[in-house]
């Protein structure tokens, strides 16, 4: 954070001026996340709402670090925000206990549907394990 405002990053960019190599992304994302929540019979289609409620995003970590993340520890089908925020905010740990850097992201941008805070955090999941099989 700089003077009060964020650094702008390659998101930033590619909303703002290659709309059209958004869709690249999101494919590429999809790709990766279906290779591995596919073993779970889970499929992504929509990466704007999918990830909103945090599960996936569990379950992701748990397959990307080979274990299984215990049902008590996260909502399976969570009913309200805080629920969803809780399942995001539970991701982040798993993420930075895997090594990751904390997120940029809030979990509560997650639960809103903010579209580029959901890629970020796709974006460096495939980063660090795109060649994990």
């Known amino acids: 954070m700089m003077m ?12 703002d001026h290659a709309p059209d190599k958004l ?5 590429s ?8 929540l596919n073993k779970l019979n889970l499929e992504v289609t929509e990466l704007e709402t999918q990830f909103a409620d945090g599960v ?3 379950l992701l970590m748990g397959l990307l670090e080979d274990y299984f993340v215990p049902l008590y520890n996260f909502y399976l089908t969570p009913e309200s925000f805080e629920q969803k925020a809780h399942n995001v905010a539970f991701s982040f740990e798993l993420m930075q206990d895997g ?3 904390k ?9 809103n549907l903010d579209l580029k805070s959901t890629l970020r955090v796709l974006y ?8 994990v099989e």
């Open 4 to 15: 009060g405002r964020f650094e702008r990053d390659a998101f930033d960019t590619l909303f």
């Open 23 to 27: 869709n690249v992304v999101k494919k």
């Open 29 to 36: 994302l999809i790709t990766f996340v279906n290779k591995h």
């Open 56 to 58: 996936y995003l569990v």
């Open 99 to 101: 090594g990751l850097k």
């Open 103 to 111: 997120p940029k992201a809030r979990p509560e941008d997650i639960v």
């Open 124 to 131: 460096n999941l495939f980063t660090k394990y795109k060649n």
